[in-house]
């Protein structure tokens, strides 16, 4: 596709390519950027020239459209690669039939309403695809921002900024809006990325938009509790994933040894899905390499098990409704005085001019998107009507 926009643009814009393909980013350092305004302003170090613009369509029936994009320097790669230097986060926008926006096509157009989703440690933004692209048929003006977290995924490759902490990943999302020039009305984190959610409410709660509606699913704001008995503990997971090598040479062999080391087979099969197939030139074999920054999961994990967010829940900003989501079979991630806390939040938050839920998802464990989809559809639609 020719060019749409010229080199000359005067501020930081996208390339966009098909979904499939690999995006990584570009940000400014994130110790100083300002959260206090919406609005973008950069330094002569945070501009970056234009190269072209390309939308990649799903090939599926609904009339929603994926874009992936990405930030790159004066080049760009052959092949769809990108510049090296990216440091914003990897993301698909999946947008509603009825959106006819971009942020670097028109930016007299406010943003429609906006959905930014976030996975759990290990996952990745494509955990949400087809939950997103059933609420972008039920929810034609709406577009829903899935986000690939530093040291996972394609956003494995950028530039990190600052220790891998909760605090650091909320950063990195709100810098992302803030470049993209959204405004989110509906934050959706899962498990490590419900932290996140709230940490973003803590960090940016003034360029917001009200009404905010923060979803944090079976995750708690304070102490995580490690399982019980046949329980998938994800330290353990992340320590046992350390000894296995950077490249191996079948799934099912990695599968079966962490089968044999006591994990469930789902969570073996989850987690395999962070392979890539990798070949040597001139070479008919390949084998697969892992996508995520281990290291740096790890100690994005101690930082999920040592973050305490209740004083956000317990002391809400004007506006913000924040929703908790208990899966009925994740008995192990609450305990009775988390729920008890929350209750006495819910109340508080009534008389401040905020808004605090508990909801609970029937049939379902801690892998709430997989296990019971439509229950999970039917209780995050009343953000979206």
């Known amino acids: 596709m020719p060019p749409l926009l010229s080199n000359s643009a005067p501020c930081c814009t996208a390339v966009v390519y098909s979904s499939h393909r690999k995006a990584t980013f570009a940000s400014p350092s994130w110790r100083n950027c300002k959260l206090t305004s919406p609005t973008l302003r950069f330094s002569e170090n ?21 874009i992936s994009m ?15 230097s990216s440091s914003i986060l990897a993301y698909d926008l999946i947008q509603g039939a009825l959106v006819r926006w971009s942020s670097v096509m028109d930016r007299s157009l406010p943003d429609p309403p906006t959905a930014v989703f976030l996975h759990g440690i290990l996952g990745c933004r494509k955990n949400w695809g087809t939950f997103a692209r059933r609420l972008a048929q039920e929810f034609p003006t709406w577009q829903f921002l899935l986000v690939d977290l530093r040291c996972h995924g394609d956003s494995t490759s950028i530039k990190k900024r600052g220790p891998n902490t909760v605090a650091s990943a909320a950063f990195d999302v709100l810098k992302l809006v803030r470049d993209l020039r959204i405004t989110p009305r509906v934050l959706v984190g899962h498990s490590f990325g419900g932290k996140v959610v709230l940490s973003m409410v803590d960090q940016a709660a003034k360029p917001l938009a009200r009404p905010v509606r923060a979803w944090i699913l079976d995750a708690s704001p304070g102490k995580v509790r490690a399982g019980g008995d046949g329980e ?19 799934k099912r062999d990695v599968v079966k040894a962490l089968i ?17 197939p990798t070949s040597s030139p001139g070479s008919q074999s390949s084998g697969f390499s892992w996508v995520f920054d281990l290291r740096g999961i790890a100690e994005m994990y101690q930082s999920y098990e040592e973050t305490n967010l209740w004083k956000i829940v317990e002391d809400v900003p004007r506006g913000v409704h924040v929703n908790f989501l208990k899966a009925e079979r994740s008995l192990h991630r609450w305990a009775l005085e988390d729920l008890q806390r929350i209750h006495a939040a819910e109340e508080l938050a009534v008389e401040e001019g905020g808004g605090v839920e508990m909801h609970v998802l029937e049939d379902a464990g801690h892998w709430v998107h997989a296990d019971n989809p439509d229950g999970l559809f039917r209780i995050l639609s009343s953000s979206f009507k």
């Open 46 to 66: 945070d501009k970056f020239n234009v190269s072209r613009l390309a939308l990649g369509h799903s090939r599926r029936a609904v009339k929603e459209r994926t």
């Open 232 to 250: 998938d503990h994800p330290a353990e997971l992340i320590s046992f994933l350390s000894t296995l090598p950077k490249e191996v040479s079948s």
């Open 70 to 84: 990405a930030l790159v320097g004066d080049a760009v790669g052959q092949k769809g690669e990108v510049a090296s």
């Open 260 to 276: 044999q080391q006591g994990f469930s087979n789902d969570v073996a099969q989850w987690v395999v899905t962070n392979l890539r």
